[in-house]
């Protein structure tokens, strides 16, 4: 049930083998973010394996909650047993299932009122369709934060030009 150990070991592994994971250069940044945003509520489009899950959630408060939306069940359970294995049970939700459907009923079912932090983590093409999303559901709120990984490489150019629009 140590946390640390579990995301030492995968960023560990992950220097020698191929494994799809945020890392920990640029989780780096996001550790930063969660913690200059005093991030309570944090949610991942993109779960895969659960390393995010495991390194952002314990940098949250012992009030504070992870949610990560992830398409595919093997992974999902390959994450929830990663989760359960770190002891972040309590810290970490884990919703199975395609985003657009899963996130409907998002804030009734599990009680949240903010999202403080989202991280963007999954198909690319499905980027601006999820975001769009998350703004129709109105998710987010003044200081709310959106972090997208992989837009630059291998890239991402629709949600990129949806991003920069809307800043204009």
């Known amino acids: 049930g140590d946390a640390e150990s579990v995301i030492t ?3 560990r592994y992950a220097k020698t083998n191929l494994l799809m994971h945020v890392g920990d250069k640029k989780g780096k940044h996001i550790d930063d973010l969660i913690e200059e945003h005093n991030v309570k509520v944090m949610v991942e489009l993109g779960g895969y394996l ?9 940098l949250l408060p012992p009030n504070g909650h992870y949610y990560s ?3 595919n069940p093997r992974f999902a359970k390959a994450a929830q047993t990663l989760v359960e294995h770190a002891g972040l049970t309590s810290k970490v939700t884990i919703i199975v299932g395609e985003f657009k459907t ?5 804030l009734q079912t599990y009680a949240v009122d903010q999202i403080d932090l989202v991280f963007i983590d999954h198909w690319k ?3 601006v369709q999820d975001m769009k999303i998350i703004e ?3 998710w987010l709120r003044p200081g709310s934060v959106v ?11 629709d949600y990129k030009d949806y991003i920069e629009d809307k800043a204009e």
């Open 102 to 106: 899963t996130s409907e009923d998002f």
């Open 125 to 127: 093409d499905l980027y």
């Open 136 to 138: 129709q559901l109105q």
């Open 9 to 11: 070991a995968i960023d």
């Open 69 to 71: 939306f992830e398409l």
């Open 147 to 157: 972090v997208a990984d992989n837009v630059l490489f291998p890239g991402a150019p």
């Open 50 to 58: 659960g390393y995010s899950a495991l390194r952002f959630s314990n």
